[in-house]
């Protein structure tokens, strides 16, 4: 089982401000994702990496950014939150045999 | 329409059934099928992880996966009120190519095992 870890786990905020959710793991794992998800809807990949210094748009558009300077580290970064950001942001990592393990999840509510 | 539905549910089964849960897909190179459970406020928790087509049991729960028929199932024996929650089924063609191991998840059936 992986180990990876996100802050906050919740947090509100105020329309304009710029906010930075932080996703690492410990595995030593390439392969980082962002999904989002809204209460009782399926999740949907907004960015992924598959390296250092490697980063993607996912299905869905969306207004963050991410980057990733070191394996172990993936963080999401929003400029201007808006109450249409309000969701779920969950961060996986996979293994090697492609299985997928998902953080516990920051609840971002942009009031 | 999606590449992958879910039956959406919502379940509500007695403590002790059996419960199925179903998912077809449409892209025949996913090759990796996965079961998750999430709770309320939580991240997916990975149940079931299984390459390719047939069986794969772990205590009570059992996932089957049919690449002719595009068709995966969990099933869950004697089920618990410890098993409410929501179950996503997830796909991955694997990490090569373009997938990059990305999955895509179903909608999710929420669960109710009720005493």
């Known amino acids: 089982e992986a180990d990876i870890y996100q802050t906050p786990r919740y947090l509100v905020i105020g329309t304009g401000k710029k906010i930075t959710l932080e996703c690492s793991q410990t595995m030593g794992h390439d392969k980082m994702y962002w999904y989002q998800q809204d209460p009782g809807m399926e999740l949907h990949l907004i960015h992924y990496s598959y390296g250092v210094n490697s980063t993607e748009k996912g299905d869905l558009s969306s207004e963050s950014t991410v980057s990733r300077i070191r394996t172990e580290h993936f963080p999401l970064t929003l400029e201007s939150a808006r109450p249409s950001h309000t969701s779920q942001y969950l961060c996986?990592?996979?293994?090697?045999?492609?299985?997928?393990?998902f953080g516990p999840g920051t609840r971002l509510t942009v009031l | 329409q999606k590449e992958v539905e879910q039956d959406p549910g919502p379940l509500s089964v007695p403590e002790g059934a059996i419960v199925s849960l179903n998912c077809t897909y449409s892209n025949s190179a996913f090759q990796y099928f996965m079961w998750y459970r999430q709770y309320s406020r939580k991240g997916p928790e990975l149940l079931m992880y299984t390459y390719s087509s047939g069986n794969k049991e772990d205590g009570r729960f059992t996932a089957q996966v049919d690449k002719s028929s595009k068709y995966i199932s969990l099933f869950i024996r004697d089920s618990q009120p410890s098993d409410s929650a929501t179950y996503l089924c997830?796909?991955?063609?694997?990490?090569?190519?373009?997938?990059?191991?990305?999955?895509?998840f179903g909608q999710g059936t929420i669960l109710t095992v009720h005493p």
């Open positions: 996986a990592s996979n293994t090697g045999n492609n299985e997928q393990f």
């Open positions: 997830a796909m991955s063609a694997g990490a090569g190519g373009t997938s990059y191991g990305k999955l895509t």
